[in-house]
């Protein structure tokens, strides 16, 4: 395999088509921000903006510009997004609305705490391009924010009756094993380690069942495996997301164990995640079988198989298996083929079973500028590491 080809071929479609496809069409030049609703073409087909994917363009343009190369129109596209998120993100107490009209009036409720995350990613990264001491304190408050809302993070927005069926979700504690690394430089120490180290246990030891050798995505507050929709929710995109996450924290670590657990863990999920038919990896899936309520559970989605090339190819980089480079040739072959598009800049989102693309579009209310140019960048990086 030539990784040094590879690396040029990641690292052209970032820099050449998918970072100018969003300097190009999302910045809102008279409210500031980002359309994030673009169509095929890049053309707007709605001016919505998500807090999220707002964070999420802030934090992409701001660590590109740290990590990369200082070009100014990164940096002015991660200000100027940044500007907008302070004056109208959050309610003044940096709880984060998930949804805002063009102008910047709230429309959704801070519900969502992955607002929260992404906002604290956001300033993280602006504050060290910048120097900002302002965008310091929001990523520390921000991330304050969070784990008070960690036991119950929809708050007062929770639809469910929690008295009845207590649950909790692998979403939040994967999404801080690499938060809190994000954000490292500006707390405090002790605090890193200790949510670091609630994670870690979160992640490798009561989300992921030994007795499946698969990571649940919902368990009963105790921590026991539930037998409901939810407590049978295997989402393969997560875990593998979740797997990289982890290496990240090992090499951090020095723990060549933890590393390799998590190999393991990668490995089983793309195998059992594998639609063995079509290709491609399934969006949802049930632990014992059973019909999925998600009317998309089959279908073939950006994320999962970018976020799966890149725990693949970061295992190989890591421990050197040859299972982890199949893969990765694997979901590189699938993912290029399938998710690129040929005419425009940037890729589609979402597939049907067949590998058929479904909608068109290049953005909407789930589809920003991350998870597209952050595994062109990963995969970049680890690509020019295997040299």
Known sequence: MDFSKLAQQYRGELLDRVLPFWLEHSQDSLCGGYFTCLDRDGSVYDTDKFVWLQGREVWMFAMLYNKVEQRPEWLECAVQGAEFLKKYGHDGDYNWYFALTREGRPLVEPYNIFSYTFAAMAFAQAAIATGCDEYAMIARKTFERILERSENPKGRWNKCVGATRPTKGFALPMILCNTALEIEPLIDGELLEQTI??????????????????????????????DTFEGRLINPGHSLEAMWFIMDLGVRAGDRKLIDRAVQIALRTAEYGWDREHGGIFYFMDRKGAPR??????QKLWWVHIEATIAMLKGYALTGSPDCLAWFERLHDYTWSHFRDE????????????????????????????????GLYQCWRILESCK
Do not use: Q
């Not at 870690?200 to 026991?224: K, P, Q, T």
């Not at 309520?293 to 089959?298: S, Y």
């Open 343 to 374: 005419e425009h800049p940037e890729w589609f989102g979402y597939l049907n079973r067949r590998g058929e693309v479904l909608l068109p579009l290049k953005g909407g209310k789930w589809k920003g500028c991350f998870h597209v140019p952050r």
């Open 197 to 226: 180290a609630t994670c870690l246990h979160e992640v490798m030891e009561v989300f992921y069942r030994d007795e499946l050798g698969l990571i649940v995505e919902n368990v009963a507050a105790d921590g026991s495996l539930c």
């Open 293 to 298: 309520v998600e009317l998309e559970w089959d």
